[in-house]
Nanobody
Framework: VQLVQSGGGLVQPGESLRLSCAAS????????TDWYRQGPGQQRELVAT???????IIQGSAKGRFTISRDNAKNTVYLQMNSLKPEDTGVYYC?????WGQGTQVTVAS
C-alpha cells in the first residue's frame, strides 16, 4: 500500500504547480486525504483536506489560492497551487488512512 507523489519543482512567485498523490492498493475515495507542508526548520502543517464525501477544506494562507481535488477513476488526489509565494516553499506530503507519501519539494523563489 502506498501513496506516490509527483509534481513538485522550482517556480517563481505568482506561478502555479499541481501536485499529485496516486494511491495503490487502497481506494482513496473511501478515506479523507490531507496535504501537509513542512517548511525549512518548521513543523509539518496541514494545508488542505478532501473528505471521503468530497468536501474540501483549505487552511490558512492557502485559502483562495490552493484547491484540493480527487479523480476517483485514477485513484489520485491533487493539490492545485496558484499564486505561489516564497512562504509556500517546503516539502509537501499527502496522507490517507495513516499512509504517507514520500514527499515532494516545492520551491518558490525569484
Amino acid at each position: 500500500v502506498q501513496l506516490v507523489q509527483s509534481g513538485g519543482g522550482l517556480v517563481q512567485p505568482g506561478e502555479s504547480l499541481r501536485l499529485s498523490c496516486a494511491a495503490s492498493e487502497i481506494v482513496v475515495s473511501l478515506y479523507a486525504t490531507d496535504w501537509y507542508r513542512q517548511g525549512p526548520g518548521q513543523q509539518r502543517e496541514l494545508v488542505a483536506t478532501i473528505t471521503s464525501g468530497g468536501n474540501t477544506i483549505i487552511q490558512g494562507s492557502a485559502k483562495g489560492r490552493f484547491t484540493i481535488s480527487r479523480d476517483n477513476a485514477k485513484n489520485t488526489v491533487y493539490l492545485q497551487m496558484n499564486s505561489l509565494k516564497p512562504e509556500d516553499t517546503g516539502v509537501y506530503y499527502c496522507t490517507a488512512k495513516g499512509i504517507w507519501g514520500q514527499g515532494t519539494q516545492v520551491t518558490v523563489a525569484s
